[in-house]
């Protein structure tokens, strides 16, 4: 099934901003907007935002999402180490009736 | 507060089926979908389907289609996700995520080891 696309890998050093990126086509995130989650290794994925802009309670301000087309974006502020993740983008692909994930994008924090 | 809580580890003999629990608390268990979301090793996430527990209705990823079944009992809240004809491909950490309708998965079991092996 089709899926979205982040890159593999990005490195940033601490209290720096980072941002990632998730590109679909106009039937997934330019339809509904995407979902962000942030995997540590060994442990489940935890939601950081959905349709774009929206976070979960207990999530840090830190974390904000965005939307351009089809592209979406998620931009971590003051990095931590304890943000040094796997980070993924999902969408509902409405060509698919299904959902779609980004390969992930792994995040190193120097 | 809302927990997931999935069945044990599982070891299946290529051909074979696997049928993973997923125990819910917490919540009104009818009023969220339950999806199922693959992890192979060292790989990103793939969705099988999703069930809806007040109905219920289930939607099933193309890929999946004939292979998978996704049941529920309202009696113990609980989510149930069925694999046949397993190959090695199939070996995978298998999570149950609970959806707020319309939103994402915002909660997750802990996951559930198989391994299809001869």
């Known amino acids: 099934q089709a899926g979205l696309t982040q890159p593999p890998s990005v490195s940033k050093g601490l209290r720096q901003t980072a941002t990632l990126t998730c590109t679909g086509n106009?039937?997934?995130?330019?339809?509904?907007?995407a979902a962000w989650l942030q995997q540590h290794q060994g442990h489940p994925p935890k939601l950081l935002s959905y349709r774009t802009n929206n976070r979960p309670s207990g999530i840090s301000e830190r974390f904000s999402a965005s939307r351009s087309g089809n592209t979406a974006s998620l931009t971590i502020t003051g990095l931590q180490a304890e943000d040094e993740a796997d980070y993924y983008c999902s969408a509902w692909d409405s060509s698919l009736s299904a959902w779609v994930f980004g390969g992930g994008t792994k995040l190193t924090v120097l | 507060q809302v927990q997931l809580v999935q069945s044990g580890a599982e070891v299946k003999k290529p051909g074979a089926s696997v049928k993973v629990s997923c125990k819910t608390s917490g919540y009104t268990f009818t009023n969220y979908y339950m999806h199922w979301v693959r992890q192979a090793p060292g790989q990103g996430l793939e969705w099988l389907g999703i069930?809806?527990?007040?109905?219920?209705?289930?939607s099933y990823a193309q890929k999946f289609q004939g292979r998978v079944t996704m049941t529920r009992d309202t009696s113990t809240t609980t989510v149930y996700m069925e694999l046949s004809s397993l190959g090695s491909e199939d070996t995978a950490v298998y999570y149950c995520a609970r959806e707020p309708h319309g939103q994402a998965m915002d909660a997750w079991g802990q996951g559930t080891p198989v391994t299809v092996s001869s």
């Open positions: 106009s039937n997934d995130v330019g339809y509904e907007g």
């Open positions: 069930i809806n527990p007040n109905g219920p209705s289930t």
